[in-house]
């Protein structure tokens, strides 16, 4: 007597081990793949929300140092030439390239004022870039695991379709668990690229704001030095 298509249906397991454990290899590698892809994007999205709310808070209390009245050479001999935070690494490169500037009786040397602009604004980009490196990973991850999850949805019912040839059955007992283990591959590139998506355009927002904070400050400090170039 042939079995009932919807009792063998019932009694398939539909888990997601169990779906991962019938997939074919390459539906399998697939899997791995976009497993890999999404730890390694919520790896960096955890990291740079971290960075990103460390370097708010630094900048928060520099900027409150830097205006709190006391003198930019005091300053500067506090925190040294190598600091540790973001900002006050702009900082420090504008006033060492203002103490290069002077020469040895008092006066300044010529140009002091573009140097220091330069100066800041490439301790400006180095910053750029360190709060922005990974983000190309989410960009990268957010475009390609759809159709990664898509080229092993096209796989494993492909591979499904052999079997229905193979069994020469239709039966839903036969097509389902195919079906189903295909659809997984495709649901694990969408899990995998929805998040890299969002959190890219949360996370590239935050880094421009952060930098055109930098870029606020190095303009206001060059500004008060060259003032007191001019005086």
Excluded at 7 to 12: D, G, I, K, N, Y
Excluded at 21 to 36: C, G, S, Y
Aim: cysteine-free; overall charge negative.
């Amino acid at each position: 007597m042939e079995a009932d298509p919807l009792a063998l249906a019932q009694v398939a397991d539909y888990s997601l081990w169990a779906l991962f454990a019938r997939a074919t290899i390459v539906v399998k590698l697939v899997m791995l793949i976009l497993v890999l892809a999404s730890f390694w994007a919520w790896s960096i999205i955890v990291q740079k929300l971290i960075t990103y709310r460390e370097a708010r808070a630094e900048a928060a209390r520099f900027d409150e140092r830097f205006w709190s009245g006391e003198p930019l050479d005091e300053l500067f001999d506090e925190i040294g030439p190598d600091p540790t935070g973001r900002f006050e690494r702009v900082f420090a490169a504008g006033m060492m390239e203002w103490r290069r500037s002077h020469r040895n009786d008092g006066g300044m040397i010529a140009g002091a004022a573009a140097r220091i602009d330069r100066s800041m604004d490439v301790a400006v980009a180095k910053e750029a870039d360190a709060l922005q490196s990974g983000l190309s990973v989410l960009a990268t991850v957010g475009s390609t695991a759809p159709f990664i999850g898509l080229f092993g949805t096209v796989w494993g019912i492909m591979h499904a379709f052999i079997g229905i040839a193979e069994q020469q059955n239709t039966n839903i007992a036969v097509v389902a668990p195919g079906i189903a283990e295909a659809l997984l591959a495709t649901g694990l590139g969408l899990l995998a690229a929805i998040p890299a998506v969002i959190f890219y355009n949360k996370l590239s927002g935050d880094a421009e704001r952060i930098v055109a904070g930098y870029e606020a400050f190095a303009d206001e400090f060059s500004t008060i030095l060259s003032r007191q170039l001019d005086g």
